[in-house]
């Protein structure tokens, strides 16, 4: 297991930010992080050893309370952007770790976030396994605690989670969050089946049941996984790791098109221009709902909207970067093994993101009558 607990060199954030740095521009978009459909352990050992696992934690955990500060907002925007840039599948996981740390220092007790600390310090990956398999997991009470039941039907990092948060179904039909330990591999199941995008995410299937729980593992309250703001605000991270793989599309088109010669072309100049405009106004809306998650309270339902506004901005610029980036490059983006064609194949598939419509229409309901919010920071 990696030594990762915060090394000297990135015990402030602003260190942090720099290695991140120096480790993204290691890595050139050009090359592939790794062969397609494994898992991206060596760049997760790389960030590891930044001590991105631990930088999430707060402060008081020893962390470097990246939802702490205003700093703290850029340098997470950075880890998770450079992370979806380095791989989609790192990302993803890695989106889902950050999750995990955010949700038990918002909902857990003091005993559970200093043993969450406790394992991130070793090393150990989190996971947020809430998509239902077959049957979906319930939580029942026994003489002696809890036992679950039922599968989790999406689960990144499937073999590589060591703990995941997953939510359960308790008696009265509230939706539970739970932390268990996730190192039984005879329990890891076939996932939704071969997606075509983002193989190297690791994600399968685990079975639940028959596992015996204490009540030290449920975390907060029936329905906190739902409560908002957090709920639909926690959703900015995964548009920041889209924001990454837009960086690797933008840069793999401008070097193809300036490699055959073809960058000089006032159509493909177009395409450029308007891939850039794609790419700044993906950022600038992951930079806002950031700012409304991290600034001054608002009502949580305008946060949310604000955060589910962002989401889809960032899905449809991503979707048509990924046109985009096709029509220039022509055939040469579906060449089997080239990082433009995978990554084309991870982003459309990493922007499938749970209920679309209902984010957009609920927003939209939210702001048809109140004023957009003066950005305060
Ligand atoms: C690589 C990968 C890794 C993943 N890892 C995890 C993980 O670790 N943990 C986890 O919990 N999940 C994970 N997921 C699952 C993920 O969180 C979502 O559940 C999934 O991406 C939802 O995508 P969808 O397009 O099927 O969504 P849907 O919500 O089914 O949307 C599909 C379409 O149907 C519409 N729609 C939605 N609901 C309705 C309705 N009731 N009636 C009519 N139309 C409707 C939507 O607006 C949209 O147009 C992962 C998914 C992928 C692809």
Redesign the pocket.
């Known amino acids: 297991m990696p030594v990762c607990y915060l090394p000297e060199k990135t015990q402030d954030i602003a260190a942090f930010r720099s290695a991140l740095k120096r480790l993204c521009a290691a890595h050139p978009s050009d090359i592939s992080g790794g062969e397609e459909g494994a898992f991206p352990s060596v760049l997760l050992d790389q960030l590891t050893q930044l001590g991105a696992l631990s930088a999430a934690l707060p402060v008081k955990n020893g962390g470097l309370g990246l939802h702490e500060s205003p700093e703290g907002m850029l340098g997470l925007i950075d880890l998770l952007r450079i992370s979806g840039r380095l791989s989609l599948?790192l990302g993803?996981?890695l989106e889902?770790h950050i999750n995990v740390v955010r949700l038990v220092s918002l909902y857990g007790s003091d005993t559970q976030r200093n043993a969450l600390a406790a394992f991130v310090k070793q090393g150990v990956l989190g996971?947020?396994?809430?998509?239902d398999g077959a049957p979906p997991v319930t939580l029942e009470l026994t003489a002696t605690g809890y036992q679950l039941k039922g599968a989790?039907?999406?689960?990144?990092?499937v073999r590589q989670v060591g703990m995941a948060l997953i939510t359960a179904r308790n008696a009265l039909g509230q939706d539970v969050m739970v932390l268990v330990s996730t190192d039984e591999p005879e329990r890891i199941g076939k996932g939704?089946g071969h997606?075509t995008?983002?193989a190297g995410?690791g994600?399968g299937a685990y079975n639940f049941t028959g596992m015996e729980i204490s009540p030290d593992a449920i975390i907060g309250r029936p329905g906190d996984y739902l409560r908002q703001p957090e709920f639909s605000a926690g959703a900015w991270r995964g548009s920041a790791v889209a924001l990454g793989g837009m960086d690797v599309l933008v840069d793999l088109m401008r070097q193809e098109l300036q490699a055959r010669g073809r960058a000089e072309n006032p159509h493909q100049q177009r395409r450029i221009g308007e891939a850039l405009i794609l790419r700044e106004t993906a950022s600038l809306w992951v930079h806002r709902a950031a700012r409304a998650v991290y600034g001054t309270p608002a009502e949580p339902e305008e946060c949310a909207a604000m955060v589910n506004l962002a989401r889809i901005a960032v899905e449809q610029a991503g979707v048509q970067l990924i046109t985009l980036v096709q029509q220039a490059l022509g055939l040469s983006a579906f060449i089997r093994g080239k990082r433009v064609e995978q990554t084309l194949r991870d982003l459309a598939?990493?922007l499938?993101?749970?209920?679309?419509?209902?984010?957009l229409t609920e927003a939209a309901a939210w702001f048809a009558d109140r004023e957009w919010p003066e950005d305060k920071s």
């Open positions: 599948s993803r996981c889902g996971g947020i396994w809430v998509t989790k039907g999406f689960c990144s990092g939704p997606l995008g983002m995410s994600t598939t990493y499938r993101q749970p209920a679309p419509d209902e984010t």
